[in-house]
């Protein structure tokens, strides 16, 4: 099982920024724990603080991956390109929030790249991903 994680823009910054949303462990540090529970699946990584970016990660990704677990950080509130690029493909993309986007400022409880994805897991810390990755599993 090849699994792409892809994170938005400022997710480079979790284990510092805004630590009682976010945690205080890095994200190369959850990386690595990740690696090592999943140590069956082949798990790349790929950040970058721009919507283009972003845009064609998700268009290389097709084909090459069984899945895609994105973080599109603030863009999940605002970007129809990524949402068009995630539509757009055939590889399933579980959507995952750190934080419990419903459960804080109102900008965020709406989300334009939900609708397209198989599922979204938000509001476990950084262990959303894991459960992300589980739902590949069956
Ligand atoms: C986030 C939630 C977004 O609203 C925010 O802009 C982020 C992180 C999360 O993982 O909780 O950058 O995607």
């Given at each position: 099982m090849r699994l792409h994680i892809i994170n938005g823009p400022n997710l480079n910054n979790i284990g510092r920024r805004e630590p009682n949303i976010y945690g205080n462990?890095?994200?190369?540090?959850?990386?690595?724990?990740?690696?090592?529970?999943?140590?069956?699946f082949e798990i790349s990584y790929s950040n970058s603080h721009f919507e283009s970016d972003l845009v064609d990660l998700i268009h290389q990704s097709d084909g090459k991956?069984?899945?895609?677990?994105l973080n599109a950080g603030a863009y999940s509130h605002t970007s129809v390109a990524i949402r068009d690029a995630v539509a757009a493909i055939k590889v399933p993309v579980v959507l995952v929030h750190i934080s419990n986007v419903y459960a804080r400022e109102p900008f965020r409880n709406r989300n334009m790249i939900a609708p397209v994805c198989e599922g979204i897991i938000t509001g476990f810390g950084l262990k959303s991903?894991?459960?992300a990755i589980?739902?590949?599993?069956?």
């Open positions: 462990i890095s994200f190369s540090d959850y990386l690595h724990e990740l690696k090592n529970i999943f140590d069956k991956f069984d899945g895609i677990i991903y894991e459960i589980k739902s590949f599993v069956e």
